[in-house]
């Protein structure tokens, strides 16, 4: 049971793909009402701009069914447009909880970043579970911090103390 003037340090790594409102729950049940401070960082990956960088790649509308060349422009878009999708649902969350929220976007492959986040003391790692197998998995685990793994149906636990 934690004290109300207790201040938790939470780390939460996300993706496009995360379950964001199981995740929230996580970080929720984690501070059971001591007060916190959330980081939130969100991994993109280069899939789309990969997409776009071959010749014959096409977006097709799913409304019209009419087809165009799927572009770098396009693919940042849709980059920018997730980011912010899912900045702003999760600064809501935090305002409501009035917790106080820091958002970072780093591509998957910026290691020298995340080593910089990590190195900051946090008191536990919220992640997604599918992240174990992801390359940035190694590094995220650096964190000398509790780690909790959230599947989306239910939640997994595990100390990385020492």
């Not at 009419?66 to 940042?76: I, L």
């Not at 878009?77 to 009035?98: F, M």
């Not at 976007?105 to 970043?113: C, G, Q, T, W």
């Not at 080593?115 to 790692?125: G, Y």
Request: charged residues 35%; negative net charge; contains cysteine.
């Amino acid at each position: 049971m934690s004290r109300p003037s207790e201040k938790r340090r939470i780390l939460l790594a996300i993706t496009e793909a995360s379950p964001l409102q199981d995740l929230w729950r996580a970080v929720v049940d984690y501070l059971e009402g001591a007060h916190g401070e959330l980081t939130t960082v969100f991994f993109s990956d280069d899939r789309w701009h990969r997409a776009a960088s071959l010749p014959f790649t096409r977006e097709v509308s799913k409304v019209s069914g009419d087809s165009e060349n799927f572009t770098r422009e396009r693919a940042q878009q849709i980059d920018e447009d997730t980011v912010g999708r899912t900045h702003s649902e999760l600064e809501k969350l935090a305002s409501e909880a009035e917790l106080p929220f820091a958002f970072e976007v780093l591509p998957e492959h910026d290691m020298s970043k995340l080593r910089e986040i990590v190195s900051v003391q946090h008191d536990v790692l919220i992640l997604p579970s599918f992240l174990k197998s992801r390359p940035i998995y190694a590094e995220l685990t650096r964190v000398k911090c509790r780690v909790y793994y959230v599947d989306g149906e239910e939640e997994d636990t595990t100390d990385t103390e020492d």
